[in-house]
């Protein structure tokens, strides 16, 4: 009997694992719930958290003065806090706040890579919990752990304004610094990983760094983390065990960069934009859950790029028709085996899209990796190349195909697939000049900083942060001639009595340097603002105006709110119509691109309004799910608009004697202006197409009308503008159109 129960179980287990047979949860143990405290033993440590000796702290005669025992040596302020060596502090709110700083530091880190250190420390404890109980200590042994750790992160001077030792992420986030907010937004949602048919925690073990392709001790198998190469610069080194998560690769996915600093900038072809992408890859199999309801926050299906080779082509300028050979490796993260059988495969595929339209190709059958961690080197055909010139985006996914029916990863269980920017060229582009990107650009990122600001608080900072860098990524791989500036804007405080806040100013100005821009990011704290919900957003998109544009450049502003505007403004007068005359007074006026959290008629009204008429777009988001994808759409769409037609507003001549029309003030991001197609009687018929920027035309009866032009760039953008003609020569008729946006 006992060999037949043995023999289902593994039969049980099997079909777990495939994911044909689903375990309940309210089936499981409920040992396996959460613990909510840790119980360990306090010792001395050496610089890099070894217990130094077996006498505890609550034996040592100046505890003051012994790392470990707390994290600021020699001051009285700060002793060991605790009446004895064994002690039980609340996971949350003590422990690993204290943790996370001693165990990645800060300033070398981003917060999404925090978090998902954070979501491994939380659920490395609750293991550790379970299997050793008191037999804790606070040395790496374990976890290092020590008081005020979370009081000097970054190796600041102590931070005076933490107010509870307990509970120090209750702190008013303005009086912490930047590497306290790190922590605490890491912290934010409480994450852990789970086995995969229980709630019990896996045994999540984390190091610094490990170069792949090496078989670290204990591990069966060649640790698989291709973008920590061992190549110069920013080789990995080994440093740690290799087991579970790097947490300088981790910091390298979510960077998209080699380089787990961010510098020197050396791209990867993949990057990764949420901590759960990281810990799926490091911890392929896991389960991901909430701690507060134990609710499965991934699915079951889930799978990882790891890098694609595109072999020499530039995917900037592919050829319509053409096909293109490139390998790419995936990785099975998932719960789920990839088992291809007559009825069911696992393919992956891939989507042309762009401005709303997609075109399908082939997919390719995956049966090499089919355990949870396999690895597969694919060779992917890029083929049924759309046949309009545009800037799209390659969008790849995972399908699971049962009887001829596919259905995505993501439509399964809406896993992130992995899109790359490319441009499609419907006629050559051949190199020089004619594919270079001659026009800069400048973005500035108009944010709202206030306390009430759904863009930044908790969770929520990521997806700025993240977007930021994708951002910059997509810029430099395009070879966009960028800057990059941001501004903040909160509320008068003669108004809210609050001396925190400030109508606005700029946080960081034009730059390219990336770390210093996600470390703007960092820096950015939520408070303030009115109790109205309105808040000073003209200032904001005012002050981004008088900024140093450079005058050559295409100007995009993106603004990030979830308020209304005051409107007027009180002290400075400022209403949507000043906004607007304060960025269309130049030969290349600012687009105005509105991200609206949450948006009501109102604020629908003035933001739709103000982006529509300085020719930007207005981008509303109803649910936190769609905000990285729309700030995504938003570069995207700066990328494929940032194009103006300009011609001077009159010209006139007598009859038979030639015009000379210039359109040399005509800009495209993307490079030379492709052609320029000209409409001499606004009949809508093409009357000359030219490769330069200036057309002559004679007419030989009297007319007065208009001249239409129309230019494309080498990526299938285009643009027109028209201008007025009076024939025989005359004086232009001004014709003033008031404004009405308000």
């Known amino acids: 009997m006992k060999k037949l129960t043995k023999f289902w179980l593994n039969i049980l287990t099997i079909l777990a694992l495939a994911g044909i047979l689903q375990i309940p949860l309210d089936a499981q143990a409920q040992s396996s719930q959460p613990p909510t405290t840790i119980t ?36 009285p302020n700060y002793i060991y806090p605790y009446n004895s060596s064994t002690i039980t502090l609340n996971i949350e709110n003590e422990y690993l706040p204290n943790v996370l700083p001693g165990e990645m530091f800060p300033p070398e880190f981003i917060t999404e890579a925090m978090r998902a250190q954070a979501i491994a420390a939380r659920s490395y404890a609750y293991y550790q ?13 374990f976890q ?23 509970n120090p992420c209750s702190t008013t986030r303005r009086l912490l610094n930047q590497s306290q907010r790190k922590v605490c937004s890491a912290l934010y949602d409480r994450l852990y990983l789970a086995e995969k048919t229980s709630l019990a925690a896996i045994n999540a073990e984390f190091f610094a760094d490990y170069p792949h392709g090496a078989i670290p001790q204990e591990r ?30 981790t910091n390298r996915w979510l960077l998209g960069n080699r380089c787990s600093l961010g510098n020197p900038s050396v791209p990867w072809s993949v990057q990764y934009n949420r901590a759960e992408q990281a810990l799926s890859h490091y911890y392929p199999g896991a389960d991901i859950r909430s701690v507060l309801s134990s609710n499965t926050t991934v699915p ?87 046949t309009i010139s545009g800037n799209y985006t390659l969008v790849f996914d995972m399908y699971k195909v049962v009887n001829g029916t596919a259905t995505s990863f993501r439509s399964l269980g809406a896993w992130t697939p992995h899109s790359v920017n490319v441009k499609i060229r419907a006629n050559p582009c051949n190199s020089g000049t004619a594919c270079s990107m001659s026009t800069p650009l400048d973005l500035v990122y108009v944010v709202d900083t206030t306390n009430n600001s759904g863009e930044l608080d908790g969770s929520n900072l990521w997806s700025l942060q993240s977007t930021i860098a994708s951002t910059i990524n997509i810029l430099t791989e395009s070879g966009v001639d960028y800057r990059i500036g941001i501004v903040e804007f909160r509320d008068f405080p003669q108004d809210t009595g609050n001396t925190t806040d400030f109508a606005a100013r700029v946080a960081l100005g034009f730059t390219t340097n990336k770390i210093n821009i996600m470390n703007t990011i960092e820096g950015l704290s939520a408070d303030g603002g009115g109790s ?127 015009i000379s029309f210039d359109a040399s003030a005509s800009r495209t991001v993307h490079g030379t202006v492709a052609s320029y197609e000209w409409d001499f009687d606004n009949d809508g018929t093409i009357d000359q197409i030219t490769t330069t920027p200036v057309a002559n035309h004679a007419y030989s009866t009297p007319y007065f009308g ?32 008031p404004f009405v946006l308000e």
């Open 40 to 75: 360990l033993t306090m010792y001395p440590l050496d610089t890099q958290g070894a217990k130094l000796g077996n006498i505890p702290c609550s034996q040592m005669s100046t505890t003051f003065d012994v790392f470990g025992c707390t994290a600021i040596e020699g001051d």
């Open 129 to 141: 919990i379970n299997n050793n109980g008191s037999n804790i200590n606070n040395s790496t042994q």
């Open 144 to 166: 290092m752990f020590i008081p005020y750790r979370f009081n000097i992160a970054g190796n600041t001077p102590p931070n005076q304004y933490v107010i509870s030792r307990e």
């Open 220 to 249: 069966t198998q060649a640790f698989v983390d291709p973008i920590s190469s061992t190549a110069t610069p920013c080789a990995a080194n080994i440093n740690g065990h290799g087991r579970g998560l790097s947490q300088r690769g």
């Open 300 to 386: 079951a299906l889930r799978w990882n790029p790891l890098s694609i080779d595109w072999q020499g082509i530039d995917r900037f300028n592919l050829q319509s028709g053409s096909t293109y050979d490139i390998n790419m490796k995936i990785q099975n993260t998932g719960k789920q085996l990839w088992l291809c059988t007559p009825s069911t495969s696992y393919e992956l595929g891939f989507t042309w899209t762009h401005q709303g339209t997609e075109v399908q190709g082939p997919r390719i059958q995956i049966c090499n990796a089919t355990n949870p961690g396999d690895s597969a080197t694919e060779i992917v055909t890029l083929s049924n190349l759309p």
């Open 532 to 658: 109205t919900g309105e808040e000073s957003v003209y200032s904001g998109l005012m002050t981004a105006s008088t900024m140093p544009w450079r005058t050559d450049a295409i100007k995009s502003i993106i603004l990030l709110t979830n308020a209304s505007p005051l409107n007027p403004e009180p002290y400075t007068g400022y209403t949507a119509q000043s906004v607007v005359s304060a960025t269309q007074n130049s030969s290349l006026p600012i687009q105005i691109n509105s991200i609206i959290t949450y948006p009501d008629d109102n604020m629908e009204m003035v933001y739709s309004g103000i982006s529509a008429t300085t020719k930007g777009t207005y981008y509303p988001i109803y649910h936190e799910i769609d905000t990285l994808d729309t700030m995504r759409s938003s570069i995207n769409g700066i990328l494929s608009e940032s194009i103006i037609a300009k011609l001077p507003e009159w010209h006139s001549a007598s009859i038979n004697y030639p």
């Open 706 to 737: 208009g001249v239409k032009l129309t230019i494309r760039d080498f990526v299938g953008n285009y643009a027109t503008t028209s201008t007025h003609v009076g024939i025989p020569y005359t004086l232009p008729k001004r014709v003033y159109i």
